[in-house]
């Protein structure tokens, strides 16, 4: 059964370093997304990209906070310089088309900003 | 505004008992979305179940079954016969149809631990 891959599982760095997150959807979908959830509490939406550009994005998603579909398959987040409160899984997900669909959920990326 | 209220935080039961998970969710929309996630130990996020607004027949999968009502805006979901394996955060999510857009909206998930 096709699903959602991230890599990597896991991330340290330090405050101040840029760090990308990768995703790759299931192959027929388009329509993806970046969630986070910070230790211990719920899942807040990031961002949602459709058609090569951003559909939209929260709050949270500030001027340090950037996606790209490099290729037909990569999804990416970037964070341009990390602080300690980006400290969180982040999680990919993406969906084949429309509002009714489900989105589907990579396994996530832990990242740990020292 | 939307959003999604789980009030019980942490439920632990023995094996074999049935758990009902409460869910109240708060839209303006008529069209809407419903779902539930496990998110496992491990951490992943698992989709369990996705209902539309328009949809109010209950749904039964095995020893998962859901409740949906409108009328009290409630998405609950029972395990019956639960077992150690059922053990997980449960999140319920919104999204919503014709004004908003189809970004989750989260609650704050139940924590549900069976004993054996």
């Known amino acids: 059964e096709p699903e959602v891959t991230q890599t990597p599982s896991h991330q340290v760095t330090q405050m101040g370093q840029e760090v990308i997150l990768r995703c790759v959807p299931i192959s027929n979908h388009l329509y993806f997304y970046w969630y986070r959830q910070i230790l211990g509490q719920k899942v807040e939406f990031l961002v949602s990209f459709y058609n090569n550009e951003i559909s939209e994005k929260s709050e949270i998603f500030d001027d340090q906070f950037s996606v790209e579909r490099p290729d037909g398959s990569n999804f990416t987040l970037k964070i341009r310089s990390t602080k300690l409160e980006d400290s969180a899984m982040y999680f990919c997900?993406?969906?084949?088309?429309?509002?009714?669909?489900?989105?589907?959920f990579g396994p996530g990326t832990r990242l740990l900003v020292l | 505004a939307q959003k999604v209220t789980q009030a019980q935080t942490e439920i632990s039961v023995v094996e074999k008992e049935d758990v009902t998970l409460d869910c109240v969710y708060e839209?303006?929309?008529?069209?809407?979305?419903l779902f539930w996630y496990k998110q496992p130990p491990s951490g992943e996020l698992v989709f369990l179940i996705r209902?539309?607004?328009?949809?109010?027949q209950n749904e039964i999968s095995g020893r998962y079954s859901w409740n949906f009502q409108k009328s009290t805006s409630s998405f609950n979901f029972t395990i019956t016969a639960s077992q150690v394996v059922d053990s997980a955060v449960y999140f319920c999510a919104l999204s919503e149809g014709v004004w908003g857009t189809d970004k989750l909206i989260f609650g704050t998930g139940t924590r549900l631990q069976v004993f054996p």
């Open positions: 997900a993406s969906k084949i088309r429309g509002l009714q669909e489900t989105q589907y």
């Open positions: 839209t303006r929309d008529t069209t809407y979305y």
């Open positions: 209902r539309n607004s328009f949809d109010e």
